[in-house]
Each structure stands twice: as C-alpha cells, then as structure tokens.
C-alpha cells in the first residue's frame, strides 16, 4: 500500500508529521492493506495562522483493487486528531464495503457502486 502525503500552504509537512500520518494509516488499515494500493493524504489548515476550533482537516482517499476511491474527512483541533479521526472513519468505511461486496458475491448479486 502506497501512501501520498500532501498538505496545504498553511502546513509545514516536515519528516515528523509525514512519519506520524503514514504511522496512522498504516496502522489503521493494517488488515485491510492487501485491498488497497495507495492511499492519498490531504492536511490541510482551514483558519490559516489564527486559532480555531476545528478548523484543521484531514482527507484522506484510498484506491481500492477495481474500485472507485473512497475518501473520507475529519475536522479537529490539532492535525493528530483530524489524521486519527479519518484514518477510524476510513478503516469503517472500507470495511462496510467489503463486507457489502463480499455479500453480494455470496448472494450472486451484482453491485454497482457509484462512481
């Protein structure tokens, strides 16, 4: 798995914050990894330079085997806890589909996600 790191202007993405973020996701899609070949990763600082709650953001979208990406956002008080809260909410959402996706194989249903 793959992981791209960008950030915005306003944040200064130094080797501690990429090493911290790519720590994050890789744990937090640890089991669900051989599915996905790259996840990209979107900081960013809503408010600039002034104090505000919830104003750092973090998106991040992961590339699954043929499938159409999934991406999530988490808003919080410092880029830890926008990072933490995406990669949850990723790993959730992976997870849903997966299971959606495995349903419907046992089933014999077609699924048709949209793009």
Do not use: Y
Request: some cysteine; glycine content about 6%; proline content about 3%.
């Amino acid at each position: 798995m793959q992981i791209q790191f960008n950030t915005d202007h306003n944040i200064e993405g130094h080797e501690g914050l990429a090493a911290h973020v790519t720590g994050v996701v890789q744990h937090a899609l640890a089991r669900l990894s051989p599915h996905i070949t790259r996840v990209e990763v979107h900081l960013s600082d809503e408010n600039s330079d002034k104090n505000g709650h919830h104003d750092k953001r973090c998106m991040l979208e992961a590339r699954l085997e043929g499938r159409p990406p999934v991406a999530v956002t988490h808003h919080a008080d410092t880029l830890h806890k926008a990072v933490d809260g995406a990669a949850e909410k990723l790993t959730r959402k992976i997870d849903d589909l997966l299971h959606k996706l495995h349903d419907q194989k046992t089933r014999g249903d077609a699924l048709v996600l949209p793009e």
